[in-house]
């Protein structure tokens, strides 16, 4: 699935520019939507829904609702395009998903809001795609490159080992 989010199509997306124009500060007041903030918000009350708590999302009963990897990963989707194209988005997602001020005092992946929850389905067998497209999600976020991640500290005299 392809959702393009390009320079062309960026005021499709993010709304005017806010550079100063009088054009874009009048239409500004007709386009008043975040698709990024209502996609996370979409991404995470799904998640919250399918896989309540700190449940493990193999073992959670979808029953009639289908498969997940036709549903949630078109979001996941959008918000990794608008993470790689927009620096401001990926700043914003990167808050929401992984804020400053985190509670390290137990791991990440027992949390019950939406890192949690992503983390347990990066080892999830039974949502192949979903967990495919989370990952890259995630990736993106960490401005495709592990080391910007804030997930994983790792000390930098661990690395120069390998």
């Excluded at 996941?76 to 390290?104: G, M, S």
Aim: glycine share 6%.
């Amino acid at each position: 699935m392809y959702i393009p989010v390009t320079p062309s199509l960026r005021s499709v997306w993010f709304g005017p520019s806010r550079v100063g124009s009088s054009q874009a500060s009048s239409s500004a007041s007709t386009l008043t939507f975040d698709v990024l903030q209502r996609s996370y918000g979409l991404l995470d009350v799904s998640l919250s829904y399918y896989f309540p708590g700190i449940s493990d999302p193999d073992e959670c009963d979808l029953g009639t609702n289908g498969s997940l990897d036709d549903v949630l990963p078109p979001l996941a989707v959008l918000i990794t395009n608008l993470c790689i194209e927009d620096e401001t988005c990926r700043i914003r997602t990167r808050q929401l998903i992984i804020p400053d001020d985190l509670d390290r005092s137990s791991p990440l992946e027992h949390r019950s809001d939406t890192l949690g929850k992503c983390l347990r389905l990066l080892t999830c067998a039974s949502h192949p795609l979903l967990k495919d497209a989370i990952g890259e999600m995630l990736f993106a976020v960490a401005d495709c490159d592990g080391k910007h991640s804030r997930l994983y500290e790792v000390p930098h005299s661990i690395l120069t080992c390998f």
